[in-house]
Each structure stands twice: as structure tokens, then as C-alpha cells.
């Protein structure tokens, strides 16, 4: 993977990472002492996200996070509603899923809250 980070002044952090196969993965992280900001982005197809979230999760540990995947009719993850059905992401319990169905692909947005007890 070809790597492209940068630490701001006076906090933050960008990463940009582009893969041999057109895929890539940008992670962007804003500390404050209030409030804190991460995000992840990638287009690596996989027909499960569960263990690439839980990977991002583990790093974080959020209290809270919202998901967003797109797919369209050639996504190996199949429909994006399907990977939101029940409770996909272990530890964490949907808030919120809303789904969204477009020309050439649909959305699926997921807001997950960390159930309590879970660490």
C-alpha cells in the first residue's frame, strides 16, 4: 500500500492509502478535548465488513458511530440493507437505519450506540 499521512498543528491526523488493486483507505482523526472526530473510508470489497469494522473499532473504542456502506449490483457484499440486518456489528446495538435506493446503487446508513456493560 502507498501511504500519504499527515499530522496537523496543533492536533489531527490524515492518512491516505492507496492499494495495488484500485482500492484504497483514508482514516481521518480530530482530538478535542470536548468532542473528537475519526472517520474511515475504503473501497476494498469484501462480502462481510464485520471484522474490518471491528478492526477500526478496536483502535477507537467509540462510544458511539455511525456507518455508511454503498453497494451497487456487482458489490460482493450483496445489498447494502442485507450487511445492516439484526445486530452486525458485535457489542454495539443499531440506534437508527435508514436505507436509501438509488439508479445505480443503494445505501445503507447505521447509527450503532455501544451497549452498556461493553468495553
Known amino acids: 500500500m502507498k501511504v500519504d499521512a499527515v499530522m496537523f498543528d496543533p492536533c489531527g491526523y490524515s492518512m491516505n492509502g492507496l492499494m495495488p488493486n484500485e482500492g484504497y483507505m483514508t482514516i481521518h482523526v ?24 471491528l ?11 455511525v456507518m455508511t456502506l454503498f453497494a451497487n449490483h456487482a458489490a460482493v457484499c450483496g445489498s447494502s440493507y442485507e450487511a445492516f440486518k439484526d445486530e ?16 445505480n446503487y443503494d445505501l445503507t446508513f447505521g447509527h450503532f450506540k455501544l451497549l452498556p456493560g461493553v468495553s
Request: charged letters at 30%.
Open 88 to 103: 452486525p456489528i458485535p457489542g454495539y446495538k443499531i440506534q437508527d437505519r435508514q436505507y436509501s435506493q438509488f439508479k
Open 30 to 53: 480530530t482530538p478535542e478535548p470536548k468532542f473528537s472526530y475519526v472517520s474511515f473510508e475504503s473501497n476494498i470489497p469484501k462480502e462481510d465488513y464485520t471484522e474490518l469494522v
Open 55 to 65: 478492526r477500526v473499532l478496536k483502535i477507537f473504542k467509540p462510544g458511539r458511530f
